[in-house]
């Protein structure tokens, strides 16, 4: 059995539906937190069970007879997700579950300016502890994120960036497919386990791409830190998410996301989609 949280999320979703495409529906089942969410995988014969990592009791009861769990890791920027991936874990450990599947990030570090990758490396460190087989899937940065990222070049003309470095975007939907082929493979995959695109652009070759793609010169500009804080609050960002945003830019310039790796390409049979399709 094959137990999937997030799965009414794009991410977890788009892998319960690569897995559907080889399992019979009793094989496989998802946790959510509103199950009212999930009806197209009660309607395909898939169980729906309720769990949330906040509320650690549901989860036990929610994880029972998994072989393999793929947890989806929390992307609220205002939670402890270390807490509630400890909380995962640990109701894993309790269910018997056979190994965990984390969705990690290919960034995942200690003291990385980029918060999230901090959290990963910390949840890395629990699944290490926990004493069962573990796979941790560091996907590369998300291509979809350049929509907000390489800022309203649309609107300026100009991709406007604090800090430029190389990064692996990779399509989310690569990402999702190679984690259903994972958990389908007949040989485990152990410890950290990158996916990303076979290239790592920076944000002026971005800025470039967009010229292609719409037909028009977009330039580019490294504002440096202060500015584009300045920028971003001045245009109504909120000044948190605007310092978290940051440390992306800041990782990225200190080569944190620039690593990549041929895995994501042959479990997928295919070139990876490239960044370019994302951009419009």
């Known amino acids: 059995m094959i137990v999937i949280t997030g799965a009414t999320g794009a991410l977890n979703g788009a892998t319960a539906d690569h897995l559907l495409e080889h399992l019979d529906p009793s094989g496989l089942a998802v946790v959510t937190r509103d199950p009212s969410r999930a009806q197209r995988f009660t309607d395909r014969g898939v169980e729906v069970r309720r769990g949330d990592y906040a509320e650690p009791d549901s989860l036990p009861a929610a994880f029972s007879g998994a072989d393999q769990l793929l947890l989806v890791s929390s992307n609220d920027p205002g939670a402890d997700a270390v807490a509630l991936h400890r909380a995962a874990i640990d109701a894993a450990v309790h269910a018997g579950v056979g190994r965990i599947l984390y969705t990690s990030h290919q960034g995942a570090a200690h003291g ?12 890395e460190d629990l699944l290490r502890a926990s004493g069962v087989p573990w796979t941790s899937l560091r996907n590369g940065f998300y291509a979809h994120s350049t929509a907000w990222l390489m800022g309203p070049w649309q609107s300026t003309g100009t991709v406007s ?7 692996s975007w990779t399509a989310r939907e690569d990402a999702a497919e ?3 082929r994972i958990l389908l493979a007949d040989e485990p995959y152990d410890g950290p386990v990158t996916l990303t695109a076979p290239t790592a652009p920076t944000f002026g070759e971005l800025a470039e791409f967009a010229s292609e793609r719409s037909g028009r010169t977009i330039g580019f500009e490294v504002l440096g830190e202060d500015e584009w804080l300045a920028r971003s609050t001045a245009a109504g960002q909120d000044p948190h998410m605007a310092g978290f945003l940051l440390g992306m830019y800041q990782a990225a310039g200190q080569g944190r996301f620039a690593g990549t790796d041929p895995l994501l390409g042959q479990l997928l049979g295919r070139a990876p989609r490239p960044v370019q399709d994302q951009i419009s």
Do not use: E, L
């Open 178 to 180: 190679a984690a259903a």
């Open 112 to 123: 990385s300016p980029f918060a999230p990758a901090d959290g990963h490396a910390a949840t």
């Open 161 to 167: 960036v604090p800090v430029d470095g190389p990064v």
